[in-house]
């Protein structure tokens, strides 16, 4: 990995009157709530208290065309199949859907399609096979708002769609019995929501409305907050911001967690190590979302589905173990494509401003997972293409400034199909049309994207010494979680810390262990794919952190998780 430093970005210091206001609360904490918006005592509380959530379902667009037409099929007993996406986002979705459709009584089968035969999104063999087992009505979760062809087909095999969708729409809208989600805002259908999201609201609104009917005559014993483990999980997951409605549900959602009620993931965390009440967004987002990731990855999602339905505990006992060597499978063919992917463009003369890397052996599983790690190593928009003789499938990571989804959308003419968001998208293009696809996104990149768009910026929220860094403060940031996307782990600096010892550690080195003081203590520090450092460490550094709890055999000790480092200025 090439030895530079992120353009560093911190903070202005909050105003002393804003800072007295909160004469109660760490100082530190006070300028992340001012780097976060908050404007006064009650914004604090408000955002201190995880957000309120005071949401109507049934004012999301198409909620109520949706509800009636799924009530009209509970009632009538007509056979229903929830159609999910293969993610973590999609398969929670699935299961928390049909988990509810099946306590309203409804006759309902999952339905999630295989990555590799079938890929993403709504296909006709997939609607034909569910109209030949008797499919009257078909509810998507985190897909078909871009499906319109699809939903018609459906339509002329005598099924109806609901369509629950977060992804952007673009062009015509399905002909669908309801499109639930669709907003003006430019984050996708459900505003911020994600997939889980949107079909969280639809269950809500499901369940409230048959509460709420004259004529009740199936029982319904699922509680709302039952479900909000799963929005947590698919949420964090599929990375949407944690701000907004967001937040209230990932916070209720990891309690749900913590408790372990589903036998699944009770297993899945005792196979990693979790414990009950230790599970944050980072086990999320780093243990438990990557794993349920790898069955869709490896085309076993239906792997992962049971793990989150399934009510015996020695079931869910070998689904946990198979999950956990799926992930371990899926880190093995990633690092070798990433390895293969790193050649190709090690060799190429002159990458310039987009790495484009085509080969028949990346697995088409984690091509989205090498462009992941090409930008971060580059820094530069990655296309990663699983190639075969008729039709390539491709996956892309973007920076800001090149939003990707627009670039494909301008290159349509040239696709079969494609979607996604302003930094990652997916595609599937003929053989024929390939180079010309890589030409045309080279040239956008080579004209839209400015030098200064290809240097990392790491955004950090306060200077701080290293004797700052306690147990107090540590208790006083937890008032900040949920932490992820859209409101960031909080990043410090510190400047002149003196490395007492540094190491690359891990199986391949990736990764910097580091010892360092200011002179009156040490702190621990780790640098995740880091490890290049190791070799030409100073004996001075700037570094750019956050401060984390690190558990091991039972020891708790202080851990600075190092983001970046750069020579002293």
């Known amino acids: 990995m090439p030895l530079r430093s992120k353009r560093w970005l911190i903070a202005p210091r909050a105003p002393r009157d804003f800072l007295a206001q909160f004469t109660d609360l760490n100082a530190l904490v006070v300028q992340i709530l001012y780097n976060r918006g908050v404007s006064d005592q009650a914004g604090a509380a408000r955002f201190l208290g995880g957000g ?77 096979e569910l109209a030949r087992k008797g499919v009257g009505l078909v509810v998507t979760v985190d897909c078909g708002i871009r499906a319109a062809e699809q939903v018609a087909g459906a339509r002329e095999l005598g099924l109806d769609v609901v369509v629950t969708d977060h992804h952007a729409a673009t062009g015509e809208l399905p002909d669908a019995a309801a499109v639930v989600g669709l907003g003006s805002g430019t984050d996708g259908a459900g505003g911020e929501l994600a997939g889980v999201g949107v079909a969280y609201r639809l269950a809500q609104a499901l369940l409230r409305s048959q509460r709420q009917s004259p004529v009740n005559d199936r029982g319904v014993a699922l509680r709302e907050e039952e479900l909000l483990d799963l929005v947590a999980l698919g949420t964090v997951a599929d990375l949407v911001p944690l701000r907004g409605e967001n937040r209230p549900l990932v916070r209720r959602g990891l309690e749900s967690l913590n408790r372990m009620d589903r036998p699944g993931l009770r297993a899945l965390c005792r196979q990693v190590g979790l414990r009950p009440g230790s599970i944050t967004t980072r086990s999320v987002g780093f243990v438990l979302g990557p794993r349920l990731n790898a069955a869709g990855r490896l085309s076993q999602a239906d792997v992962a589905y049971r793990l989150l339905t399934t009510d015996d505990p020695a079931e869910a006992q070998r689904v946990a173990v198979a999950l956990d060597g799926l992930n371990r499978e899926r880190r093995r063919l990633t690092k070798e494509a990433h390895d293969l992917a790193r050649r190709q463009i090690e060799s190429a003369s002159g990458d310039g401003a987009l790495l484009f890397a085509t080969s028949p052996q990346f697995p088409l599983g984690v091509v989205g997972l090498v462009a992941s790690r090409l930008l971060d190593e580059y820094y530069r928009p ?13 996956s892309c990571r973007s920076v800001e400034g090149f939003h990707i989804t627009e670039a494909l959308d301008e290159c349509r003419d040239l696709l ?4 996604g968001h302003a930094k990652a998208a997916g595609f599937r293009v003929p053989h024929q049309n390939l180079k010309a696809l890589e030409d045309r996104l080279r040239g956008m990149a080579v004209e839209r994207i400015r030098d200064e768009d290809l240097r990392p910026v790491l955004r950090a929220d306060a200077e701080a010494s290293l004797l ?34 540094g190491r690359a550690v891990g199986r391949d080195g990736d990764h910097l262990k580091l010892t360092l003081s200011d002179g009156r203590g040490t ?26 709890l690190n558990e091991w055999r039972g020891r708790r000790r202080l851990q600075l998780n190092v983001q970046d480092l750069r020579p002293r200025d």
């Open 52 to 128: 309120e959530e005071a949401v109507n379902p049934f004012a999301l667009p198409g909620m109520d065309a949706a509800v009636s037409r799924i009530r009209r099929a509970v009632r009538h007993d007509e056979p229903m199949a929830v159609y999910g996406d293969f993610d973590a986002d999609g398969v929670t979705a699935t299961a928390l859907l049909v988990q509810t459709l099946e306590a309203l009584g409804g006759r309902v089968r999952p339905y999630i399609p295989d990555r590799v035969e079938e890929g993403y999104g709504l296909n006709g063999d997939a609607l034909r």
């Open 382 to 394: 990655a296309v990663v293409v699983c190639t075969g003789d008729e039709l390539c499938r491709g």
């Open 416 to 419: 079969f199909r494609h979607g």
């Open 468 to 501: 700052d860094m306690t147990w107090e403060l540590l208790e006083a940031l937890a008032a900040l979680e949920p932490c992820g996307r859209g409101n960031e782990p909080p990043v410090f600096v510190s400047r002149g810390v003196q490395v007492r010892e």
């Open 523 to 548: 702190w621990d520090g780790i640098a995740f794919r880091q490890g290049a450092w190791a070799a030409h460490l100073p004996p001075v550094i700037d570094i750019a952190y956050h401060l984390e």
